[in-house]
């Protein structure tokens, strides 16, 4: 069973960056998609932005394009979202998330595997 551990949440003020990561500790990290979602409480978990198992591809939600960037090191077996331009209302649990594919994905169907979350909070 493969674990994913997130860091590099926070707190930060409207305007501001903030870099989460995520390492695994499975052996074929190389072979998948990876992903990030965010949730807030009561609410759904939302897709963020997606990349396939090189690199090659990435997807994003509206709301992140142009601000957050994603990015993987398989050498490390890590993903990044570099998150710019904050705002309040990106708040939430951010989860790294293992596609069941070597694709791109979008939707929390196609995930086999979740890390435990880290709060981003954007003060105003």
């Known amino acids: 069973q493969v674990q994913l551990v997130e860091s590099g949440g926070g707190l930060v003020q409207a305007g501001g960056s903030l870099r989460l990561s995520c390492a695994s500790s499975g052996r074929t990290f190389s072979s998948y998609g990876m992903a990030w979602f965010r949730q807030i409480p009561g609410k759904e978990r939302d897709f963020v932005s997606g990349?396939?198992?090189?690199?090659?591809?990435?997807t994003y939600a509206d709301s992140a394009k142009g601000r957050f960037t994603i990015s993987r090191d398989n050498a490390k077996k890590t993903v990044s979202l570099q998150m710019n331009s904050l705002k309040p209302e990106d708040t939430a649990v951010y989860y790294c998330a293992q596609s069941r594919t070597a694709v791109a994905v979008t939707g929390v169907a196609a995930i086999s595997a979740w890390g435990q979350g880290t709060q981003v909070t954007v003060s105003s």
């Open positions: 990349i396939s198992y090189r690199g090659g591809t990435t």
